[in-house]
T-cell receptor, first 119, second 111 residues
Framework: ETGVTQTPRHLVMGMTNKKSLKCEQH?????MYWYKQSAKKPLELMFV???????ENNSVPSRFSPECPNSSHLFLHLHTLQPEDSALYLC??????????????????FGSGTQLSVL | GESVGLHLPTLSVQEGDNSIINCAYS??????FIWYKQESGKGPQFIID?????DKRQGQRVTVLLNKTVKHLSLQIAATQPGDSAVYFC??????????FGGGTRLMVKP
């Protein structure tokens, strides 16, 4: 148990559906992340939130919409996804050092992921 | 949860032997390195980390070696066990950036 909980574990959705992934961390960290892990690429950073504000968005399509209502919860809202979006979506949290104009992360704690299949 | 489908390098070892997993990094400015283990159906789990002011760090049954001259990182697992079978990722970071992950190596332990 890493202290980062993701639900659901598995999700099958059609291209016209709207669904949300949920992540909750019990570690007292101030940064949370969404990563995508697909069959053809290494781990890809999607979004970073620090103190509930988005600090990084790596050119992710707008059909993925993150939400961070507080430092313990993170959502990824999905709509009109494509089959190529099928992947394992991992949430992570970490202490985040913000200073001197930059943010840097180190040890990430990952959840078990949501295995998403888009039909 | 592992990157099935990726052409991952695979290391096959006999139970009880030592394993060495290697990683080359590209950014000479990277000053922090970390190893993760990902078992099937799970997210990556932290194993050990090291900063660039060190060249070796030991944990329980694991040792990380850092060679900054050739930008090489290795993870050594002593007395490998079946439970060590997983995909292992290295990641690097330098101040002002986020962790950058490598593609991973699959470790298979033969009983």
């Amino acid at each position: 148990e890493t202290g980062v909980t993701q639900t659901p574990r598995h999700l099958v959705m059609g291209m016209t559906n709207k669904k949300s992934l949920k992540c909750e961390q019990h570690l007292g960290h101030n940064a949370m992340y969404w990563y995508k892990q697909s069959a053809k690429k290494p781990l890809e950073l999607m979004f970073v939130y620090s103190l509930e504000e988005r600090v990084e968005n790596n050119s992710v399509p707008s059909r993925f919409s993150p939400e961070c209502p507080n430092s313990s919860h993170l959502f990824l809202h999905l709509h009109t996804l494509q089959p190529e979006d099928s992947a394992l979506y991992l949430c992570a949290s970490s202490p985040l050092t913000v200073g001197q104009g930059f943010a840097t992360n180190e040890k990430l704690f990952f959840g078990s992921g949501t295995q998403l299949s888009v039909l | 949860g592992e990157s099935v489908g990726l052409h991952l390098p695979t290391l096959s070892v006999q139970e009880g032997d030592n394993s060495i997993i290697n990683c080359a990094y590209s950014n000479s400015a990277s000053d922090y390195f970390i190893w993760y283990k990902q078992e099937s159906g799970k997210g990556p789990q932290f194993i050990i980390d090291i900063r660039s002011n060190m060249d070796k760090r030991q944990g329980q049954r694991v040792t990380v070696l850092l060679n900054k001259t050739v930008k090489h990182l290795s993870l050594q697992i002593a007395a490998t066990q079946p439970g060590d079978s997983a995909v292992y990722f290295c990641a690097e970071n330098n101040a002002g950036n986020m962790l950058t992950f490598g593609g991973g190596t699959r470790l298979m332990v033969k009983p």
